[in-house]
RNA sequence: GCGCCCGUAGCUCAGCGGAUAGAGCAGGGGACUUCUAAUCCCAAGGCCGCAGGUUCGAAUCCUGCCGGGCGCGCCA
C-alpha cells in the first residue's frame, strides 16, 4: 500500500459516504493526500479530509469523519481507522499491506519515483548563462547545482523539459574580453576596462600557439582573431568546467544567433503587431510599463545599435515559437530586477505572464575564508572558480551543499570547512547509507540469501518499529519528487534523503539484523528484510541521481 | 524613496493552513566479540523578529512596524 493509493481510497471513501447519504458530490476535491504524522500514536497515515470538507457541506468535522472511517475501514489492507481532535483520521496499515511496499520499489527500479504527474508540459528552464568572458565561478555554482537538478525533477516528473545556457557572445563585453586577450599577447597592461586575471594570459598564449602570426596582422584583424578564438576557447572551458560538475545543457543558445538570423527584427515586428512600440528621442521603446515594470525600455537605441534587452525579448519569443509554454529563468538576486521588464516582454507578446513564464530568483552564496567575506567578481583577480571547487571538494559535495539549502536563503560556503574535506559534510551521510546498503547486498549473496521470488516475500514479517519507519519513508519518496518537481525546489529532495530516508534506514539497520548470525539458517524473515536493503539501495540511488550526486557502492 | 528576499535552538538551516515546531554542528552522557561506528541512543537547548488581522486551527496567509541582504542605466 502506498500513500498515494491510501488517498485514493479516502477520497473514494468520501465518494461513497456522499452518495449514500445524499451529499453534495461538487464539494469533492478532485485529489487529496494523506500525512504521516510525526507522532506514531497517530497512526500510519492521517487524512485531514474531513476538516476540510465539513464547513462546506455544513456537517460537524467529527460526524463527518466518524462516516469517513466507517468507510476506509473497509478498504483491504487497512487495519484501523480511528477519529483524533478535531476530525483527524488516523489510519493504521495491515503490517503485509505496509511491507509490499518494499518489492513495489525493488520491482520499480529506477522508474521508483518517476511520474506522468507534469506530463504534457512543455519547460524551458535557462541557468548559469555567465559571460564567456570568463571562467565559471562559485557565484553560478548555485544555479548549476540546483537548475541541472530541477532539470533531472521536471524530468522524472513526466515534462518534456529542456535545460538552456544563453551565451552573451555579442555586444561590448565581448569586445573588452577580445582587447584584453590582445594586450595579455602583446605583454601589454590590462585595458582599463577590461578583464584581468590569469586565465586572460592562458588563453592569449592558447591563441597564440595556435596563430603564431596572429600579432603581425593589422591591429583591427589581431583583436577580431583574439576576441573569436578566446571566445571559442573560453566556450569550451566554461563547458568542460559544467561536464566535470555533472552539468550538461540540451541546448547552447547563441546570442549572436540571434542577431544573425533576423531573430531580433522578427521579435519587434511580433511585438509591433501587439502595438507595444513606440518611438522617441531617436529611439525604439517598448512600454513595458503597461504590464508592471516601473520605466519603458529602449529596444533599439538612438544609434542604432540593438540593446541587450532587444536581444532578451527576442529570445523569449524564439523560446515560445520553439513551443515552450513554461519559460522558467533562475536568476541570482542581484537580477531581480529583471522579474518585472521579463514578465513585461511575456504580456508585450501577447502572453499570460503568470502561465507562460517563471522568474525564480534566489540569494547569493556568500563566500567565507577565515572569517573575511570573499567578494565575487569576474573583473577581481581573487575568484574562487567551479573547477577549484570541484578540485577542492569534489563534485558530490559541491553539488550536495549547494542544492541542500532554499534558494530563497542566502548560502554561507565557508572555503575552510568545505576545502577541509571534513567528514561532517551531510552529502557522506546520505551516501553512507547507499554503501551500507550495497555492502549487505554483497555479504548477503556470500552467505547465500536472496530475496526469493515476489511470492515467497512474506511481507508481513517487517512488522518491527524501524522497518515500519523505514517503509513509510520510502512510501514518501514519490510524492517527494513530485513536490520538489512542482515548487521549483530540489532542497526539498536533498532534506528528505537526510533527515527522513537516511536516519530511518540507519535505526533500521541498528535494530533489525538483515543477515543471519553464524550457523543461523536462512529464514523468511533474513529474505524479507533484504528487500527493505535493496528498496532503500534503490531509492538512494534515484534521490541522489536526481540531484546529480553519485551513489557509491563502496566508501 | 521604491521593489524583491530573509528573520525559527549558541551556529548553519528544514518546516506543502493541521495534532506536543524539527535536524545537523558545537557542548553533556552512553553504545562496537558477528551485516561499514562516515553509525546509533539519551539528556539539554525555543516570546518561530514585534504588533494586529483572517479561521475550527497560523512558524506558515494578510496588514503595519523593526532588523539584515540585494537591486532600481539608451550598461552587459
Known sequence: MTPAKLADA?????????????????????????????????????????????????????????????????TPGVKSVEI?????????LDPAAAGQLA??????????????????????????????????????????????SLRRLLAAAGADVASEYYINDAGSQI???????????????????????????????????????????????????FRNEGYRLMLAEIKASLGRFAVDFDVWFSERGLHD?????????????????????GALWLRTTDFGDDKDRVLIRGNGEKTYFAADAAYYINKRERGFEKCVYLLGADHHGYINRLRAIAA?????????IEILIGQLVNLVREGQP???????????????????VGTDAARYSLARSSTDSPLTLDIEVITRRSNDNPVFYVQYVGARTASVARNAAELGLTRGDAESFRPELLAHAKENELL????????????????????????????????????????????????????????????????????????????????????
Open 84 to 92: 483524533a481532535g478535531p476530525g483527524f483520521l488516523n489510519v493504521r
Open 175 to 225: 569586445d573588452r574580453f577580445g582587447r584584453s586577450v590582445l594586450a595579455a599577447a602583446k605583454g601589454e597592461p590590462t585595458p582599463e576596462d577590461g578583464y584581468g586575471g590569469e586565465y586572460i594570459a592562458d588563453i592569449a598564449r592558447q591563441v597564440l600557439a595556435e596563430h603564431p602570426a596572429v600579432l603581425d596582422l593589422p591591429g583591427d584583424e589581431a583583436e577580431a582573431v
Open 374 to 392: 570573499v567578494r565575487m567578481s569576474k573583473r577581481a583577480g581573487n575568484v574562487i572558480t567551479l573547477d577549484e571547487l570541484v578540485d577542492a
Open 472 to 555: 513509510k519513508a520510502l512510501g514518501d519518496y514519490p510524492a517527494v519528487v513530485t513536490a520538489a518537481a512542482e515548487l521549483r525546489a530540489p532542497h526539498r529532495l536533498a532534506h528528505y534523503l537526510e533527515k527522513d530516508l537516511a536516519p530511518a534506514y540507519h535505526r533500521f539497520y541498528d535494530n533489525c539484523r538483515i543477515l543471519p548470525m553464524g550457523d543461523e539458517e536462512i529464514t523468511d524473515l533474513h529474505r524479507a528484510r533484504l528487500w527493505l536493503n535493496d528498496a532503500t539501495r534503490t531509492v538512494i540511488a534515484n534521490g541522489l541521481e536526481l540531484l546529480g550526486v553519485s551513489a557509491p557502492e563502496r566508501m
Open 103 to 148: 518489492r513495489v520499489v525493488v520491482e520499480a527500479g529506477r522508474e521508483y519515483g518517476r511520474s506522468d504527474v507534469l506530463a504534457g508540459q512543455k519547460v524551458n528552464l535557462e541557468f548559469v548563462s555567465a559571460n564567456p568572458t570568463g571562467p565559471v565561478h562559485l557565484g553560478h555554482t548555485r544555479w548549476a547545482a540546483v537548475g541541472d
Open 10 to 74: 479516502v477520497l473514494a471513501a468520501a465518494h461513497a459516504l456522499f452518495s449514500e447519504r445524499g451529499l453534495d458530490r461538487a464539494a469533492l476535491p478532485a485529489t487529496t493526500t494523506v500525512e504521516r504524522p510525526r507522532n506514531p500514536e497517530h497512526g500510519d497515515y492521517a487524512s485531514t479530509i474531513a476538516l476540510q470538507l465539513a464547513k462546506k457541506i455544513g456537517l460537524p468535522p467529527r460526524e463527518l469523519a466518524a462516516g469517513l472511517a466507517e468507510q476506509l475501514a473497509r
Open 348 to 356: 508585450c507578446a501577447g502572453d499570460d505572464p503568470d502561465a507562460n
Open 261 to 281: 538570423s533576423g531573430a531580433i527584427e522578427h521579435a519587434l515586428d511580433t511585438l509591433r503587431a501587439q502595438g507595444h512600440l513606440y518611438e522617441s528621442e
